[in-house]
């Protein structure tokens, strides 16, 4: 099938008439609201200023606040006669032929302990439902590193011999990770594309249940026209008061935000890169990424390409939807806050690459929605900080002026109009967006006794929701110094590349946290005393934004530690219903991490597992037969035999791990250099082991 089939999504012009009609009103409004609260004769260019950058903002609070907003009255309502749920009733044809699903999963140095401990979960949970068969594994290894190399190739034959003869698992490691994920899920497409009708793509800590994936196939199958479909992940699996607070969040919050986007977006909804079934033949034939012209970090290859891949196949005519309905789907969060913030420089660019393509021909207005947001999702915390400043600047100027009380020959004074009120209801209307659908989400817990349960009571969410509030105004100007620091580098053209992530829970020292925060703790002193010398006024107005930029090394630090995140969890706070009530894809995940299997090729134990491909037989054959078809040319082979030689005379410790790399990159050089070590005076264990 290559095009797509069905009529439309009906309701869907009534529903995005509602959405953007609530949130352009409540902008024009709270606009209003400011405008007022300047001073008469006229609106002056810092007022202006003022004015636009706040318009910019409270438009995107609001667009947040009626997504979830709209997403509390379809959860409390219980059924959306519009979701994908309930499109597409027909019963799929008993006579079918059968046909294959790839669960794809693309990684690059990551852990490989966790990641085939996920991707057997997922299997066994498959395997459970009995509707496993069709079903087949890819891992797509872009790993650099060696060792994790290897280590990868040992865990995949550890499993394919489990799971015998013909297996399900597949893996490769790319020669060359062009294009990054995206082109690791272009280069499956193009050699192995064509054996499978779905794809199910996951991130290296991807957990989906084997429900979830039997019930994301039916549901393409009964939709012949629908391309993709995004299952939001819930966050799991970290014991930090961080990760704790985002996991607690993401279960409360989430699901009613994903059922508020899904009542605007319908079919047109967006790609979040994982946890998502696409249909393999209509994203191979849409889907080609482009290369932005100039150079990085505007220009080059796509970064994040998730969001365009959606676009392209809306373009194409092929319907996206959101499954806010579909549990048993997962992911893991970043264990601190630097690591969150790592993690927000590497999407920063990727996002603000969007704006080259707001103006694109071809692509859906809703598409160039999804574009803006993606944009506005960084652009926001400098527009924040510009309009933090602007307001200080005003509130100076304001204080310099005298107020004349007696005019002409006016006997009695002319007292000054009070603008308190009208400053006032902005600033309450504006944080009312931001907290009521936290108040929203307890509500609805109140409304379902069993799921507040499993939240630990509503009176302890009421707690955490609480607390959570407290900390997040704490983080929050942190995050927008941050964010603001990335884009302005990236303004700058400086890229800021791609790095492993760091997944595994781990406390932030005193050196890392100052190292970190110590210009914004600067920052705040700075700016502090300047606002109590010369705007006092100001000054009780800016202590919120303070008190989180001066307390920025120690909440970091503190945040990161697991003993207060599981202190926290003895006390059922910032309980998760996945951690009350584990789901059994997540136990299963447990204990293949609790009880790994002992991998093959245990012949030689050496300190680096890349030397194991060389001196190992067993692990030998197994590495050199997975390796790619090619001859390196007579200066590789130089370089080479130089590396060898470097290898034989001053020990593997001398090698980078690109050149541990060159060294078993290659069938016929790792074949001399096996061969070599295996019968040169010295013996391989000793080599293995220096």
Known sequence: MSTPQGRGVPGHHYRRTVYFSLVLLTTLGAMILLSASFQEGGIRALELLMLVLYAILILWISASFWTATLGFLLLLRGRDPYAIAT????????????????????????????????????????????????????????????????????????????????????????????????????????????????????????????????????????????????????????????????????????????????????????????????????????????????????????????????????????????????????????????????????????????????????????????????????????????????????????????????????????????????????????????????????????????????????????????????LSVLLAPVLMLFQSKFVLAILLRQNVGWPTQQRGDRGTGLAEAIGAHAYQTLIGVATGLVAYYYVPSFFPWFTPVLAGLLLAVPVSMLTSRTSLGRLARRAGLFLAAEESARPRVLQLLDQQISAPPAPPCRGIEGKDPWLRAVVDPCAYALHSSLLPEQTPSRRRRHYLEGLIFQLQDEGAETLSAGEKRALISHRDGLFELHELLWSGPRAPVDTARD
């Open 87 to 470: 499109a597409g009733r027909e019963p799929v044809s008993e006579g079918s032929e059968a046909f294959k699903i790839a669960l794809v999963m693309p990684v690059y140095n990551e852990d490989p302990a966790r990641v085939f401990a996920g991707l057997r979960a997922m299997y066994q949970s498959l395997v459970e439902t009995g509707k496993h068969e069709g079903f087949e594994i890819f891992i797509l290894s872009d790993t650099r590193d060696p060792n994790v190399w290897v280590q990868e190739e040992l865990l995949w034959r550890q499993w394919s011999v489990e799971l015998g003869r013909p297996s399900r698992v597949f893996y490769r490691n790319r020669v060359e990770n062009t294009s990054r994920k995206s082109g690791n899920l272009a280069d499956f497409c193009r050699n192995w594309g064509g054996r499978y009708r779905y794809m199910i793509v996951l991130d290296a800590d991807s957990i989906m249940s084997g429900d979830t994936l039997v019930e994301l196939v039916a549901r393409m199958e009964r939709n012949p026209g629908v391309g993709l479909i995004q299952v939001p992940p819930v966050p799991v699996n970290h014991s930090s008061l961080f990760a704790r607070m985002l996991q607690f969040a993401g279960s409360l919050y989430g699901p009613m935000f994903a059922a508020g986007l899904s009542y605007w977006q319908l079919g047109t909804s967006n790609f979040w890169g994982h946890n998502a079934i696409i249909r393999v033949k209509p994203f191979a034939d849409h889907c080609g990424l482009p290369r932005l012209p100039g150079k990085e970090p505007f220009g080059g290859d796509i970064l994040s390409h998730d969001f365009v891949e959606a676009a392209l196949l809306r373009r194409a005519g092929w319907r996206v939807w959101l499954a806010y309905d579909l549990g048993g789907s997962y992911e893991e969060v970043p264990p601190t806050l630097i690591d969150y913030a790592k993690r927000d420089r590497r999407w920063c660019q990727g996002n603000l690459q969007h704006s080259r393509l707001l103006l694109a021909r071809g692509f859906k207005p809703l598409s160039r929605v999804h574009f803006a947001m993606g944009v506005m999702s960084y652009v926001a915390s400098p527009l924040w900080l510009l309009f933090l400043i602007v307001a200080g600047f005003a509130a100076y100027l304001q204080s310099l002026e005298r107020p004349a009380y007696f005019f002409g020959h006016n006997l009695f004074p002319v007292w000054p109009e009070s603008y308190a009120v009208e400053m006032t209801t902005v600033l309450f209307v504006t944080l009312a967006m931001l907290f009521l659908p936290k108040i929203l989400a307890l509500v609805l817990l109140a409304a379902r006794p069993r799921l507040a349960k499993r939240f630990g009571g509503l009176s302890r969410a009421s707690l955490s929701v609480v607390i959570e509030s407290l």
